[in-house]
């Protein structure tokens, strides 16, 4: 018989290409959407046209009781916890959902496997953060986090992943669960959400150059991230709960890329040269060939305690996981840039 997956979150960039692997793997893939979707919602209908071979399992994260009723009614043998409100400025305008949804969310779910009878049977995988490290210099080795590295998260939504890699920790250790998380660095493509930054420079880059936009406004270009493919992630997320023994794991691509550098390959890939004038927020970008402004700096985009550097080291990954990476930096933004070319053509 087919393994049975589980996913919470099934709608986020994640969920849509962990459902499509583990559907090529011969799962019998479920996933929740929030309890209010009924059948008729359009979003509910344009998930099941992406992905038909989803069972869609109407959940909220909050309600442990239609958690449960989930496990009882499925019988898991995979649980992947991906569901959170995963937007890091968006976590502090409202910091109260974020612990809600994507701290104490995680707890309901442990909760609701064990409430099932499903603790010794069904593997639990936890959606962590590479938000937990804080991104602070006293923290990071110089080859990168490690699953070793201290925690000093910098936002709501970076406390709230920690209490939730936290609590998976503590199941495993008090009721012999399987329960483990992955500590995943930026993982982006052309399923990213276009509030997420990378995203928003790519659609931006496609309708300027079609001409459907004038300008791309940002905030901090000198950010540092270790950015990657998520449908390479998705598959390291799989062979975590493929172990015969519970453990974390650190996925990343072990380096780093300003925001100026993804704004510059973007423009590229649309053949437009930048020319970098002014400092701070004054700062701004020319097309070269047209004279015209394309990049302004907006204030309103820095965050109250920013993450200067995010690196992450994947050698344990690589080693006993046997996972690697297929798209490198400059083709995560070839394939972004061009997804967004023809979406808005």
Excluded: C
């Amino acid at each position: 018989m087919s393994k049975k997956a589980l996913i919470t979150g099934v709608a986020g960039q994640d969920g849509g290409h962990l459902a499509k692997l583990l559907h090529e793997k011969g799962y019998e893939v479920y996933g929740t959407l929030r309890g209010q979707l009924e059948a008729s919602h359009p979003r509910y209908q344009a998930i099941k046209e992406e992905m038909p071979y989803v069972n869609i399992v109407l959940a909220d994260m909050t309600d442990i009781s239609a958690l449960t009723r989930a496990m009882i009614e499925i019988q898991p043998d995979e649980v992947y916890n991906l569901a959170a409100i995963s937007h890091v400025g968006y976590s502090f305008r409202d910091p109260l959902l974020t612990a809600d949804l994507t701290g104490k969310g995680v707890l309901n779910v442990l909760e609701a496997i064990r409430l099932a009878g499903l603790e010794k049977t069904a593997r639990f995988y936890q959606a962590s953060t590479s938000e937990m490290f804080g991104g602070l210099d006293y923290n990071r080795p110089g080859d990168g986090y490690t699953e070793d590295s201290p925690f000093h998260p910098r936002s709501p939504y970076g406390v709230a992943k920690l209490y939730g890699y936290w609590i998976t920790k503590n199941y495993r250790e008090s009721y012999g669960m399987y329960a483990v998380s992955g500590i995943l660095f930026n993982h982006e493509g052309e399923r990213r959400g276009p509030e997420f930054v990378t995203r928003k420079i790519s659609k931006a880059v496609a309708r300027i150059k079609l001409g459907k936009q004038e300008l791309l406004e940002l905030g901090n270009l000198d950010s540092k991230r270790d950015w990657g493919y998520a449908g390479d992630y998705v598959e390291g997320m799989w062979r975590i709960l493929q172990q015969d023994n519970p453990n974390d794991y650190v996925l990343a691509t072990g380096e780093t890329h300003t925001i100026r550098e993804f704004v510059e390959l973007a423009f590229k890939e649309v053949g437009i040269e930048l020319s970098w004038d002014g400092e701070g927020v004054n700062e701004t970008a020319t097309d070269v060939a047209t004279g015209k402004v394309v990049l302004r700096i907006n204030p309103e985009f820095f965050r109250p305690a920013e993450v200067d550097i995010l690196l992450g080291n994947p050698s344990k990954a690589e080693t006993e996981l046997g996972w690697e990476r297929k798209v490198d930096f400059p083709g995560l933004v070839k394939l972004m840039v061009e997804h967004d070319l023809a979406d808005n053509s």
